[in-house]
């Protein structure tokens, strides 16, 4: 079975090459972003592509857009993307393209066992669906207002930030330390799946989660 690996980590795209060469399959590309990733199913033909979700340049849904863009072109193609996280953006998109068949998600750290992983790949080559259900579950969070999981603290804090003030303002008037306020923060940001990174308008979007859940 030919198949096409996108990952940006040397590290990890190295061992999936190994592992998956020892379990009988032809890697005939291994690549570290989008582009290439592209670039190299349009060279090689591959029946399967393995792909992480986030990858240069900008980490954040490089690769389920790829394999959006992939599944157009290639409806025969079969895709997994195997990612540390659950990326709602496209996700929905690429699980639905080929209507639903020769698809899979699956999260890195769920892998436990690397048999049933190249099973797993062997599977949604043959056309089946193989999803985490972990997956599932976010995916049908989703839909849901996601005010919802944030306990009562959470929205008090939140409600804070709407109205402008700082940690240290927030801290005072909640009587909280700033650490304590800070990880309320980071919680909260987590649960409206705003990741951590160094784009400080998260705040701003969280605002603007809280806004629409007030209407």
């Known amino acids: 079975m030919r198949v096409v690996?996108?990952?940006d980590s040397v590290l990890l795209r190295e061992g999936l090459v190994g592992l998956l060469t020892r379990?009988?399959?032809d890697v005939v590309a291994a690549v570290g972003d989008a582009d290439a990733l592209v670039a190299a199913v349009a060279e090689t033909t591959p029946e399967l592509v393995i792909t992480d979700v986030r990858m240069p340049p900008d980490f954040t849904d490089e690769g389920l857009r790829a394999a959006v863009a992939l599944r157009a072109a290639h409806p025969g193609l079969?895709?997994?993307a195997l990612s540390q996280y659950v990326q709602h953006s496209y996700a929905s998109e690429l699980l639905a393209s080929g209507q639903g068949r020769a698809i899979g998600y699956l999260l890195k750290d769920r892998v436990a066992d690397v048999a049933e992983f190249a099973d797993m790949l062997r599977r949604v080559a043959d056309g089946g669906t193989v999803v985490d259900p972990e997956v599932v579950r976010q995916l049908m969070l989703r839909?849901?207002?996601?005010?919802d999981q944030l306990s009562s603290r959470e929205r008090e804090v939140l409600a804070l930030v709407a109205e402008g003030h700082s940690n240290a303002a927030i801290a005072?008037?909640?009587v909280l330390t700033e650490a304590g306020?800070?990880?309320?923060?980071?919680?909260?940001l987590a649960k409206l799946h705003l990741p951590v990174s160094d784009d400080t308008n998260r705040r701003v979007l969280a605002v603007l989660a809280y806004l629409r859940g007030q209407r």
């Open 181 to 188: 306020v800070g990880k309320h923060i980071g919680n909260l």
């Open 78 to 80: 079969a895709v997994v």
């Open 23 to 25: 379990f009988g399959f």
């Open 172 to 174: 005072r008037i909640l």
């Open 5 to 7: 690996i996108a990952e």
């Open 143 to 147: 839909g849901r207002d996601p005010l």
